[in-house]
């Protein structure tokens, strides 16, 4: 092909966008401005297009109620495959087409979804927990509506709240974890200089909760261990929260590793690294204690 030939090619018009251009140009449109729709809707609305649904951690009674409606109203459900607990879908949408997105990349997902809408068929995207945490959710969305489609996110319960109400603590505790992060482990799509946990866990009063690392856990222990960490450090697995098959196994950083192997888990759990996962030595919290009978008035807080 000349240089001619090959910059008249790249001029065609008919050339179509590709999802990555969607990427590209809403990333790029987002740092000068908002979307009006930001202004016009709360998070709990229904809106026009194709809703972006947080299923939960895997019981059914975790999906929203919004997210149970939408699910039961639509004709195509494309959902995040055995992350997605089938008696969800066998309870809500047994009538629908159900499409296991695992497997497909944007090329296939783009035109699967817009073609079914466009043809007036409802179309709902269930992914697991909340789509905002580990979810990809942002560049389907970007590429659905630069495909003419709208989307929109209707939020899930995150498989770390799922995982501290099993444990029957709290995330954050007085004393103990004043903050929480979200992470992950070095892998084939997180480079090892990216890899933070190391870092939340020399923080001290950090709950560490590990997504996509089940597979991982004895490498991430040994990582701790060699950055120093205490062995006796508590670290609590929960494998498939919230579904009928659900097991916690409570170790330390020394141990757990040899008892998830030994369990046989390889996927679908979450680890919590600190305390807090225990609920172990917190203190009584100021809101419950001198905030409520400072003047012996009532005013706001935040709980
Ligand atoms: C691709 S991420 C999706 C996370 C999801 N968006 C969420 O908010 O929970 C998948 C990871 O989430 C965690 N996960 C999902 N469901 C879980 C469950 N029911 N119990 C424990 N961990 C779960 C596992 O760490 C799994 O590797």
Redo the contacts with the bound molecule.
Sequence with gaps: MTDDAASDAAATPTDSPTPQDAIDAASADRRTGRDPRVYDHTAGDVQDGVPFI?AG??DPGLLTVTGKELVEDADLVVHAGS?VNSELLEAYCADAETVSSVGKDLEALIPLMRDAHEAGRTVVRL?????A???AALEQMDALEQAGVPAYVVP?V???F??SATLRTQLTLNGTANHVAFTRPQGRTLDPEDDHISEFVEMGDVTTCI????HAIPDVMDRLLEDGHDPDTPVTV??????PDEDVIDGTVETIGDLVEDAGYR????VVIGEAGAGAGYERSYLYGDWANRNGSEGEADD
């Excluded at 992914?127 to 789509?131: L, Q, R, V």
């Excluded at 996927?267 to 979450?270: E, G, I, R, T």
């Design positions: 947080g951690p895997g992350l992914h697991s927990g909340d789509p945490i580990y979810g899930g995150t498989s770390a799922a995982a997504y996509l690392g089940t929960v494998y498939h929260a919230s579904w996927a679908s759990a979450l």
